[in-house]
């Protein structure tokens, strides 16, 4: 009898089953790398369940704020998955598994948490091939922006340039060829993973004969 309990119990533990979630990032050039406490939206996530047996039933939810049961916003059934995060807040994600020995698994939460939205241009810029503000496009350090277009005018109201990526700009020229010094025009409308709206209308400078050491 004892000798059949203990052969029960070893059998138990080597059929016990685990599982160790993991966020992965995948970035816009199809890198990965480890997902950050604060994230800037949109942002792309793979989880893993780290499970050592695919013989099981896996359940990734998907909470805001906190976890509440009954309250997730998202169910997943596969085993691994993808997610773009695209709203600003804490998110909280579970894994719940079962597996053919009638082993329940609960994972740690992994929390993600987008920023609120920041978007913000200049007013000038010189494409002179100086390496230095040749583009003109958002500041450094937009975040959360999950819609955008921009557009570029000149004083008679016609579009020069337009694009839909904020980490992209205006390179100051026209159907390949370099516009000429003076005032244009940009609008931008956008919106933050906050629900924030952007709609920037506003003259920019395109100054050719401005480079780094100018003031000094």
Not at 159 to 173: I, M, R
Request: proline share 3%; hydrophobic share 35%; glycine share 6%.
């Amino acid at each position: 009898m004892i000798i059949s309990l203990l052969l029960f119990t070893a059998i138990s533990r080597m059929s016990a089953q685990t599982i160790s979630p993991r966020a992965v990032v995948i970035t816009e050039t199809g890198d990965e790398r480890e997902a950050n406490s604060t994230e800037s939206a949109p942002l792309k996530v793979h989880f893993e369940s780290g499970s050592d047996s695919s013989d099981g039933y896996f359940e990734w939810r998907f909470y805001k704020d906190e976890i509440v049961e009954g309250q997730h916003y998202l169910v997943r059934h596969e085993e691994n998955t993808d997610f773009t995060f695209t709203e600003a807040g804490a998110h909280i994600i579970c894994l719940y598994a079962s597996f053919s020995n009638g082993q329940n698994v609960t994972s740690d939460p992994i929390r993600i948490t987008i920023s609120t939205s920041k978007l913000d241009f200049p007013n000038a810029f010189s494409p002179n091939d100086d390496q230095h503000n040749d583009v003109y496009k958002a500041k450094d350090g937009y975040q959360s922006i999950v819609e955008f277009k921009a557009a570029i005018y000149n004083r008679w109201g016609q579009k020069l340039f337009e694009w839909t990526d904020p980490s992209l700009g205006w390179d100051g020229k026209f159907h390949g060829q370099p516009v000429k010094e003076g005032v244009y025009y940009v609008h931008v409308q956008a919106k933050g993973a906050d629900g924030v709206k952007y709609n920037i209308k506003r003259d920019v400078n395109l100054l050719r004969g401005y480079t780094e050491t100018t003031n000094r």
